[in-house]
């Protein structure tokens, strides 16, 4: 990674992980739960949703490191589940929402290097537009594994058959105990063990999506 595209990968990760947290909200605010929006945080102004670990530390040590892989997050919507009109698939729509959002920016910005607005290749702005789609779909993806507390969590939680629900939700709580802790053991086996993994089918996508393969 090149120190001038630092600035930019940072900013595109942070706009990003706003509007994956903006579309909790949204979803959250449509189903009857007004919490997000009283807190004043169905906004994209970022101030109101960064986080100084999730969406700065971190995501700098990352792309400092030879790890080759940025990721972040922003301050949690917050929202009540027990105000959703839909109390069986409720928290899994406001899950969903975020992970959605990020692949369809992807969508839209793989669009314009399929129809060459960006052109030429290796230009700046084809370097910037593809990491825009790089970056979604990796927060889309990551945030679907189905771990806590992962938007996958919580979706998985809801399409497991009631006892297993149990179970599992008594597992994220245990997990929740932990905080920034857990954050750090799961980061850790991610990069050392799923990255490698995870990445190839991250290069399938994004040569689906775009046409070209990572790096043009």
Do not use: C
Not at 71 to 92: C, F, M, T
Not at 125 to 142: D, E, H, K, P, T
Not at 177 to 187: K, P, S
């Amino acid at each position: 990674m090149t120190i001038e595209l630092l600035a930019p990968l940072i900013a595109i990760l942070i706009v990003s992980v706003v509007a994956h947290e903006v579309a909790h909200g949204y979803i959250a605010d449509m189903l009857g739960d007004p919490t997000a929006r009283l807190a004043g945080r169905l906004t994209l102004n970022p101030l109101k949703h960064l986080d100084l670990w999730g969406s700065f530390i971190i995501p700098l040590l990352l792309a400092l490191s030879p790890a080759k892989f940025i990721i972040g997050w922003a301050k949690p919507v917050p929202y009540n589940p027990h105000n959703l009109s839909d109390q069986r698939w409720g928290e899994a729509l406001v899950a969903a929402a975020g992970p959605g959002v990020n692949i369809a920016l992807a969508l839209i910005f793989a669009l314009l290097l399929r129809i060459g607005a960006v052109m030429p290749a290796g230009d700046v702005a084809v370097q910037i537009v593809s990491a825009i789609v790089y970056i979604n779909l990796l927060l889309a993806f990551f945030n679907l594994i189905p771990v806590p507390p992962l938007d996958g969590s919580k979706i998985l939680a809801a399409i497991l058959p009631f006892h297993l629900e149990a179970r599992y939700r008594a597992f994220q709580e245990r997990v929740f105990r932990y905080g920034i802790l857990a954050t750090f053991v799961f980061i850790f086996v991610f990069l050392y063990l799923i990255w490698p993994f995870f990445f190839r089918f991250l290069l399938f996508v994004f040569e689906l999506f775009t046409g070209m393969p990572l790096g043009v």
